[in-house]
């Protein structure tokens, strides 16, 4: 399953088989921009606020339980260019901390 969704198309980003707590799992990076045509109900102070972020989705299988899944999400503005070394090390910490990741059976 993995492999199937390491295949499908990520708009504005990729996504890569990795590996966390010793299990195959997914990573998919893209970007998420604020899409200036679209007309918008929200009101005028959070349409100021939309700023274009980066985000980052691990998918991992919860092991011995075929159907399981777990998501764990992170997205950032960063310093408001998402393509600034700022946001890059945001995301790099996010890594960090998704790689700490163990499965605990009490």
Do not use: C, H
Not at 49 to 77: C, E, H, K
């Amino acid at each position: 399953m993995i492999a199937q969704l390491a295949n499908e198309d990520v708009p504005g980003g990729r996504a890569t088989k990795v590996d966390v707590a010793g299990a195959p799992a997914l990573r998919r990076a893209y970007r998420s921009t604020v899409d200036e045509e679209k007309p918008s109900s929200a009101p005028e102070a959070v349409e100021q606020a939309a700023l274009p972020t980066q985000r980052v989705d691990y998918v991992i299988p919860v092991p011995d339980d075929p159907g399981r899944w777990i998501s764990i999400n992170f997205s950032t503005p960063g310093d408001g260019d998402i393509d600034s070394e700022f946001t890059g090390v945001l995301v790099e910490l996010f890594d960090a901390v998704v790689g700490t990741f163990r499965w605990s059976y009490e």
